[in-house]
């Protein structure tokens, strides 16, 4: 069976979408684009809001810019390679290959997904992974934590949800981001 992974940069009290402005800076590091790389290269399949699937589609033309450097190359591949799922009751159409629209979250279907799967998926975005999150469906949390406190905004974890998880890996980088992975128990 495959994992459901939840991973955003996250502000050091805890938003992954601030209210006002960035979460703050280090996540667009090379050192730390390229560690990223390397974590998600084995993702089959993204799960996405339409407000993040927006934002993520500009890796299906990246790969185009004149300058574009290899860790941004690399990461157009690997995002181009994977499924996409984008749930939306709004998005009339999509505009990047491998992708599908679902019109809303069934926990029981992803369940079937992660069953079927052969590799593992990624749940992006806080309002759509506190949906996942609080049908049990999230196995590991990949935290990116900036040195920024941005005071308001969508929480990375979702109120209202207890979770017991367990530290598997750190990794504090150049920039100032510190990466944390935990596992559910």
Do not use: C
């Not at 790389?37 to 996405?48: A, E, H, I, M, Q």
Request: aromatic content about 12%; charged content about 25%; overall charge negative.
């Amino acid at each position: 069976m495959a994992k459901l992974i939840y991973s955003m940069i996250t502000s050091l009290d805890g938003y992954a979408e601030a209210a006002e402005g960035g979460l703050g800076t280090g996540a667009d590091d090379e050192e730390v684009h390229t560690f990223v790389n390397d974590l998600f290269r084995p993702v089959g399949t993204y799960l996405y809001g339409r407000r993040m699937y927006e934002t993520m589609v500009f890796w299906e033309t990246a790969h185009t810019a004149p300058d574009a450097p290899p860790h941004i190359l690399q990461y157009a591949r690997d995002w181009q390679a994977a499924e996409k799922v984008v749930y939306s009751t709004t998005l009339e159409s999509v505009t990047s290959a491998k992708t599908r629209i679902e019109r809303t979250f069934d926990p029981d279907a992803v369940r079937l997904l992660k069953a079927e799967a052969e590799a593992d998926l990624t749940v992006d975005g806080p309002t759509l992974a506190a949906q996942a999150i609080a049908a049990g469906l999230v196995d590991e949390y990949h935290l990116f934590t900036t040195t920024s406190v941005v005071g308001g905004g969508k929480r990375f974890f979702p109120d209202g949800v207890r979770l017991d998880l367990d530290l598997v890996e750190e990794r504090a980088f150049a920039s100032g981001l510190v990466y944390t992975y935990y596992r559910t128990r």
